[in-house]
């Protein structure tokens, strides 16, 4: 039986994220498969504020274990709660829904790749993590798609939804998106050959108001922010925009704007890896509305997901804490 909650501190909501795609494109989500954006527009004006923004930034190093690069801390994000029960994921498809506070939230496995073979197991809520990749024997050539997308989301897709975490709303109705994540990759970076994965939000809008619970693909825009990418795979589409600044956020990021399967996929992905950051997802936003080419006001935001794209190797991934708000 599957726990019925597991209890986090000062979190109203907690996001994950359905595969993002890479490279060629690729299909990404939950059962059955969804396909996953990734990509970013033409160069822009900013339109985000943060006047009261102090941002300082520490390094860490993928061979310690930590999150292979840069730790962010703005003040602009929101607390993540500890879990405090734990659980095994097991098989292609497997999910665990949690009751915190009374608002509800979704983790997992999500290896909707079928063209990729091997066995991949998160552990929830064991030794202070979120989740962690305890087997991982998939692969997928880096020129298409990942063996799937690990994570953990709030909003509604695939007839799975969560309750309490404010979604769907009308993106010229949000006022901030605080969201705090952090990951490990266990010492898997010091050997990039073996190891090929990205580090990643999934964000979903849809044209309509209600949100297209049911669906695996969304009508409107898929939105990625990469705190890592891997030599050898990419996101959906091409550059548009090179060492970017998003107002409100720290560091610069590359822009990459693509289509997945009719829908346009904007992807930020970070000039140098974070392993940890505290930030208003409504910067990215505001970002990608002014640039006119993916995401629009009228788009109704419906999904967030944070977690691992996994071309190879990857064991022992771990999210160490997550928390998403929509207000």
């Known amino acids: 039986m599957l726990p019925n909650s597991i209890t986090m501190r000062d979190t109203r909501f907690l996001a994950s994220a359905l595969a993002l795609s890479a490279a060629i494109g690729c299909d990404s ?3 059955p498969s969804s396909d996953g954006p990734t990509s970013s527009g033409t160069s ?3 339109v985000n504020t943060a006047s009261t923004q102090s941002t300082s930034a520490t390094s860490t190093t993928g061979s310690s274990g930590n999150g292979a690069g840069l730790v962010y801390t703005t003040g602009m994000g929101c607390t993540p709660g500890s879990l405090t029960t734990n659980y095994t994921l097991h098989g292609r498809w497997e999910k665990l829904k949690v009751a915190i506070d ?3 939230y979704f983790l997992q496995v999500n290896q909707w790749n079928e063209a990729s073979p091997g066995t991949q197991t ?6 202070g993590y979120v989740f962690k990749m305890t087997a991982q024997g998939a692969t997928a050539p880096t020129n298409g798609g990942p063996t799937g997308f690990p994570s953990i989301f709030i909003g509604a897709n695939s007839n799975n939804a969560t309750s309490g975490s404010n979604l769907p709303k009308q993106v010229s109705s949000l ?7 952090a990951w490990k990759d266990a010492g898997t970076l010091a050997d990039r050959n073996a190891h090929s994965y990205n580090a990643a939000y999934d964000v979903w809008f849809s044209e309509g ?3 297209e619970p049911s669906a695996s693909h969304p009508s409107g825009a898929f939105l990625m922010v990469w705190y890592h990418k891997p030599f050898d795979a990419q996101p959906v589409g091409s550059i548009a925009e090179s060492n970017v600044t998003v107002d409100g956020v720290p560091g610069q990021w590359n822009v990459w704007i693509g289509n997945n399967n009719g829908t346009p996929i904007v992807s930020y992905t970070a000039t140098q890896s974070i392993s940890s950051m505290d930030f208003d997802l409504m910067d990215f936003i505001r970002h990608a509305v002014a640039r006119g080419d993916t995401v629009q006001n009228s788009h ?3 999904n967030i997901f944070a977690g691992f794209e996994i071309w190879r190797g990857g064991l022992n991934l771990e999210t160490t804490s997550f ?3 929509v207000l």
């Open 29 to 31: 989500g939950s059962e």
């Open 175 to 181: 006022s901030a998106v605080p969201t705090t994540w």
């Open 44 to 46: 822009g004006n900013t």
């Open 102 to 104: 009374g608002l509800e």
């Open 122 to 127: 998160m552990q929830v809520g064991t030794d």
């Open 323 to 325: 928390c998403a708000e």
């Open 209 to 211: 108001a209600d949100g």
């Open 300 to 302: 109704y935001l419906t």
